[in-house]
């Protein structure tokens, strides 16, 4: 028979397991609603604006091209940390061909320092 104690030891690690699941994998409507959101817009229009301030056009990070479209990239991936989905410091802009080559592989910070 198992003691109390280990039942709720059982449920909190039960419990954490799920909340990583959620935090790892966002259901699929999440992410749609999340690329249409106020929120992740005016972080997408910023980035692009910090990074056209720095190059002076708007350049990949990756492979310093200035042909768009452009993407801004989270680093750390969505499916990895949805928690991170609005950090300014996990947003980088890439070129479709270096973001489309990326996938969810890495995890490389390709940015330059501003100086
Ligand atoms: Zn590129």
Redesign the pocket.
Known sequence: MMLLEELVAAADTARAAIEAQRARKPAGLDKQRFYSSRSWRALRYATLCKNREQYAALT?E??K?TDGPFHCDHIEPLSLNWHRRLDPTNVQV??D??NLGKGNRDQIDWREPVE
């Open positions: 990949c990756v492979c091209s890439m070129c061909d270096c």
